[in-house]
């Protein structure tokens, strides 16, 4: 009796660990993992190739995310990190903290070109200011009309969010050494300054504010699921800053083999059909767009410069300098 238990004790403490090893951990930010994201189809969908379960761990907003990352190190649970964007890929990088993957999945169909051996696009789209069209305000055409009206705004904090980071360099590449007088001029017109984007959008949903900092794609979300048409994105003559969002594995995973697969999966249909309607994002992807998209504005992106260390502590300067008085 006794080596009968034995031998069922050892099996099930086999099947335990080989449940626990065969778990993938992704950590990504707030708004993918609730019930109205993409986090659970994305699971759903995995897990049914995978052979495995998948983890999601929300980690904050986009920036948030990266500097839990960093704090962590080697000791992180995370095998893969995903929503990071192009204004933060140069940071990641420098941390030293992100494998190289095995090739982008076939099928990429982003507006710029691209090529990297360590992040994985999985969908993109334009910032841009949402308003109610219904409210009767003037539309401001550029920022410099922006700053000079009385419309409240909210936004994010690029220090936390990707969209506040998003919005910083957008700034700064149209204004360049103008750029501290904007935000000087726009001072006044924020309402507050949010950790991340769900927060500000709730704010601006629950009328706190005139406009919000959000995307381009944010009125197909009220006019597909909601019914309603009244929300626009204002276009800038400026351009747009255009948002990439990546994924990326950790030096670190002990799922190397699971980390490469889920990479390879972002550019199947099974992840990116899932995009449009609950990510409220382009898929990176060829997929055929939903009903609803076709109606959105089409902006012109905005030139960026090299995103230099120089560059961004300018950036982050002026913001600083113009909302502390």
């Not at 990504?28 to 897990?47: H, L, M, Q, R």
């Not at 899932?274 to 030139?303: C, V």
Request: proline letters at 6%.
């Amino acid at each position: 009796m006794k080596n009968i238990l034995t031998t069922a004790a050892l099996l099930t403490l086999a099947g335990a660990s080989w449940a626990q090893t065969n778990t993938l951990t992704v950590y990504t930010y707030d708004s993918f993992v609730t019930d109205w994201g993409p986090g659970p189809a994305i699971k759903v969908a995995f897990e049914e190739t995978c052979g495995c379960t998948l983890n999601f761990v929300a980690a904050g907003d986009g920036a948030a995310l990266l500097a839990r990352v960093w704090l962590e190190g080697e000791r992180s649970d995370a095998d893969i990190v995903l929503g990071l964007d192009n204004s933060l890929i140069e940071p990641a990088r420098e941390t030293g903290l992100f494998a190289t993957h095995h090739g982008i999945p076939n099928g990429l169909n982003l507006p710029v070109p691209w090529q990297d051996d360590v992040f994985v696009p999985y969908d993109w789209g334009y910032l841009a200011f949402i308003y109610d069209n219904t409210s009767g305000i003037d539309v401001p055409v550029n920022f410099v009309e922006l700053a000079a009206s009385d419309l409240s705004i909210v936004i994010q904090d690029p220090r936390s969010s990707t969209p506040g980071l998003g919005l910083m360099f957008w700034v700064k590449a149209a204004y360049g050494d103008n750029a501290g007088e904007i935000w000087q001029g726009l001072s006044d017109n924020i309402v507050t300054v949010t950790k991340g984007w769900s927060e500000a959008y709730g704010m601006f949903l629950a009328g706190e504010a005139d406009m919000v900092l959000s995307y381009t794609t944010s009125p197909a979300y009220h006019l597909i699921a909601e019914n309603d048409p009244s929300k626009s994105a204002a276009e800038f003559s400026e351009g747009h800053f255009m948002q990439i969002e990546v994924a990326a594995k950790l030096k670190s995973t002990d799922q190397p083999e699971l980390a490469d697969m889920f990479l390879e999966f972002i550019g199947s249909d099974a992840f990116q059909t899932i995009i449009p309607e609950t990510n409220w994002m382009y898929p990176a992807y060829s997929t055929p767009l939903p009903k609803g998209f076709e109606g959105l504005i089409q902006p012109q992106p905005i030139s960026l410069p090299a995103l230099t260390v120089e560059f961004r502590k300018a950036a982050m300067d002026e913001w600083l300098t113009a909302l502390s008085q």
